[in-house]
């Protein structure tokens, strides 16, 4: 069973930095893939980052560069780097795991970037 809860969250000016983190109740060496994805109010769900077992990592178009995510399986857990925060960040990040076909879901923590 995988069960995953976010923290990290907060509130934090335009061009600073935050470290959100994603915590499984179990181990994650087996977990293939692991993203963080974002919702702000109005809008949809979208993907933010994604890792791979293997450590290959993508990135949506509006954070490369300035976010990074990373896991330590030794932890269990799997970090989003937030660097140079802009306004339009501001949104619930979920934390989200695919395993043995099925989706696992964090109950999402709250981001917001002050201008």
């Known amino acids: 069973q995988v069960q995953l809860v976010e923290s990290g969250g907060g509130l934090v000016q335009a061009g600073g930095s935050l470290r959100l983190s994603c915590a499984d109740s179990g181990s994650i060496f087996s977990i293939n893939y692991m993203g963080w994805y974002r919702q702000a109010p109005g809008k949809q769900r979208e993907r933010v980052a994604y890792?791979?077992?293997?450590?290959?990592?993508d990135y949506a178009d509006s954070v490369k560069g300035r976010f990074t995510i990373s896991r330590d399986n030794a932890k269990n857990t799997v970090y989003l780097q937030m660097n140079s925060l802009k306004p339009e960040d501001t949104a619930v990040y979920y934390c989200y795991a695919w395993y043995s076909s099925t989706d696992y879901w964090g109950r999402g923590t709250q981001v917001t970037i002050s201008s």
């Open positions: 890792i791979t077992s293997r450590g290959s990592t």
